[in-house]
């Protein structure tokens, strides 16, 4: 079953499992995505991700599809008390296309910008978690740690001009709760900081890549996740569906992501496919499947609020539900870990 766990401080309960959808409205189809909506909410899922950035890959022409199907399926359904529904402001970026030709940024004008179109795409008057998708300032992140520590002086927009313009959408009741997107411990305690020393609202998770070949997120930020209740909401639990096994040995399978798009250098880094063997191997073992494996895997992390999963069919969305049923036992946790001990984190 799945189960129901608390958003930070917020007082809001959802499901330990969430539904991405960033693929909607390219790799998914509207039909496809309403009939996943659908099957969520009839299993017990009410948490719901997605951005203004979306669909993946970002292009002008689809950008903000996702939120519009959405939008247009609780709209139908009438579902918009039994959803928490978040979605994301996009970062520092150079891709002027989202914001009428200038680079986005999380300044108040364009937090504000953002909010409005958001509110719009998904047909409601207010979202439950708003979220920045990734920070303002530089920073290394989507594998770029491989590269070693390098050290960026440009700031971005300070945290308390942009905590202060959410914190306007708040009292307006046009957000509940905010959240972090791809932030690091440094900057998830600056929020912190700046949100009790300005009396704005707290930042209540935190939205992170972890997997099996990821599990930087416990290099500082598990402990800021448990002690400051900002829980993880895990992204990527399948690494991009490379822990399924279907890209082994340069395999390109007919219309997966990897071969649809490329964007997978984040996990092909060297020690990657040694690692995903011996994953793939232990899901065996102990008889489950690989997907499902690592879907449990993180669900049944501490510090993880909600594991959030994207599918592209009926099958793999019913692989990433029926993974709260495998009881994950003392015995995968250690074969796990000597996995890990082997060759940790080869993709962050």
């Known amino acids: 079953m799945i189960d129901r766990r608390p958003l930070g401080r917020t007082g809001l309960n959802v499901s330990s499992l969430c539904l991405g959808t960033m693929m909607y409205g390219d790799q998914v189809d509207e039909a496809e995505a309403r009939a996943q909506m659908d099957a969520c909410v009839d299993r017990g899922v009410n948490f719901f991700d997605t951005a203004e950035l979306y669909t993946i890959p970002p292009k002008p022409e689809t950008q903000g599809e996702s939120e519009r199907i959405v939008g247009r399926w609780i709209a139908k359904r009438g579902a918009r008390d039994k959803i928490i529904l978040a979605t994301k402001v996009t970062g520092r970026s150079p891709m002027a296309w989202i914001r009428n030709g200038e680079p986005t940024r999380l300044t108040r004008r364009q937090v504000d910008a953002a909010v409005e179109r958001s509110l719009k795409n998904l047909q ?21 740690h491989l590269r070693g520590y390098e050290h960026f002086t440009d700031a971005g927009t300070p945290f308390e001009e942009t905590l202060a313009a959410l914190a306007d959408h708040v009292k307006a009741g046009r957000i509940r709760h905010v959240g972090l997107s791809n932030e690091t411990p440094w900057g998830t305690m600056k929020f912190l900081q700046a949100a009790e020393e300005l009396g704005a609202p707290r930042m209540a998770s935190i939205q992170n890549a972890y997997n099996l070949l ?78 499902a494996f690592a879907m449990q895997f993180v669900t049944t992390r501490p510090f993880v609020t909600s594991n959030i999963f994207g599918a592209t069919s009926m099958a793999q969305l019913e692989t990433a539900l029926s993974s709260i049923d495998i009881a994950w036992t003392e015995e995968m946790e250690k074969a796990v870990g000597a996995v890990h001990a082997e060759a940790p984190n080869p993709c962050p």
């Open 124 to 144: 409601t008057d207010y979202i439950d978690l708003y979220q920045l998708h990734w920070p303002d300032r530089n920073v290394q992140n989507f594998g770029a």
């Open 214 to 291: 990821n599990r930087s997120f416990e290099i500082g930020l598990a402990e800021i996740a448990m002690t400051e209740d900002i829980g993880l909401l895990a992204y990527s639990p399948m690494a991009q569906g490379v822990l399924s096994g279907k890209y082994l040995n340069g395999a390109q399978p007919e219309g997966a992501r990897g071969t649809l798009f490329g964007r997978l250098q984040r996990y092909q880094t060297p020690g990657a496919e040694k690692a995903i063997a011996a994953y793939l191997a232990l899901a065996r073992d102990f008889g489950g499947d690989p997907c």
